[in-house]
């Protein structure tokens, strides 16, 4: 019998609320699994994916350093946008409108107990979703996320990561720049990464890039053949 997940559109929504939810069934599943083990039991988990579009927002994970972000709070929000300090690994990145946003709350005793393999299956869900409008998206050695043309002077970031694991149940996940502005990554060294750039596919293909929805519907595509489930 395949894995199953619970897929949710969220639409646009501010990032605290996206949060907050992504926190209430994180500890849901975390919960189910400590009373499991205290008690004997055998409660089923279950996986989520979130799919969502947020307004601008500035995040930086728990080992981030606060000088990647290149102004201050206050000219932020005069340009529009929040910050939050969070929970997850890695440095700062950015969130807005026309960005595909993925969070996996999956329990990865379902899978396999390996977060490095789990980030390299993520990587992999987007690389097969840029490959599907022809963009060859790679890994870059040591640096989480895809990019492009890794190895040459125009390696370029489209994707970031950062995930948050406890009890091998994940949360927070990935950032694809479909159609977004890429003037909001100018505020800040995007994961505090020096001298590459930032693109999207609107950059790449122009007049030829897909919808948000499109993008979302390959790329849940790609995660179900990854992860080897099915949409519950």
């Known amino acids: ?9 969220l639409g646009r929504m501010v990032y605290k609320a996206a949060w ?3 926190e209430e069934l994180f500890q849901e599943t975390i919960d189910i699994k400590m009373r499991n083990r205290r008690e004997g039991l055998e409660l089923p988990t279950q996986n989520h994916l979130l799919f969502v579009e947020h307004d601008p927002v500035y995040t930086l994970g728990k080992s ?12 932020l929000e005069r340009k529009g946008a929040r910050f939050f300090k969070i929970n997850r690994g890695g440095d700062i990145t950015f969130h807005g409108p026309g960005q595909l946003v993925a969070y996996p709350i999956l329990d990865l005793d379902h899978f396999f107990t390996d977060v490095h393999k789990y980030l390299r299956f993520l990587e992999e869900v987007v690389i097969a979703t840029l490959g ?7 890994r870059s050695e040591g640096e989480t996320g895809v990019w492009l043309d890794v190895g040459t002077p125009f390696a370029r970031k489209i994707c970031a990561m950062g995930i948050r694991a406890s009890r091998w149940v994940t949360m927070h996940g990935i950032a694809l720049n479909v159609d977004t502005d890429l003037s909001f990554f100018e ?3 995007p994961c505090g990464i020096q001298g590459k750039g930032v693109t999207s596919m609107r950059r790449e293909l122009q007049e030829k890039c897909p919808s948000l929805e499109e993008v979302q519907a390959v790329f849940l595509q790609q995660f179900l053949l990854q992860f080897e489930c099915e949409r519950a």
């Open 187 to 189: 505020l800040m060294i």
């Open 64 to 75: 981030g350093d606060l000088s990647n972000l290149l102004v201050s709070e206050a000219e």
């Open 132 to 138: 599907y409008w022809g963009i060859k998206g790679m």
């Open 20 to 22: 907050d939810y992504q």
């Open 1 to 9: 019998m395949k894995r199953s997940v619970h897929v949710e559109y």
